[in-house]
């Protein structure tokens, strides 16, 4: 198990870093991953997505192409 810590440094960048249960650093998120932009999870990364809800998206078919090979690739 794992969460998600922003992160501000003294230079003003912030960063989005992955701790483990026992609050210790595993690494930096990369910015630019994907982020869902609508719905009740809107702006969580997709691999933060819960199951359920990904596979109710890929049945839906108004889910964009590109939306849709994202998910399927997680």
């Known amino acids: 198990m794992y969460f998600y810590k922003k992160v501000e440094f003294k230079n003003g960048i912030t960063q989005i870093g992955v701790y483990d249960k026992n609050d ?11 982020k869902i932009y609508f719905g009740i999870h ?9 199951n359920e809800y ?10 964009r192409n590109n939306l849709r090979n994202k998910l399927l690739n997680l």
Request: proline share 10%; aromatic share 16%; hydrophobic share 40%.
């Open 42 to 50: 809107k702006g969580k990364y997709l691999d933060e997505l819960p």
């Open 54 to 63: 990904v596979e109710w998206l890929l049945e839906q078919p108004w889910i």
């Open 24 to 34: 210790k650093w595993i690494k930096w998120k990369a910015q630019d991953e994907p």
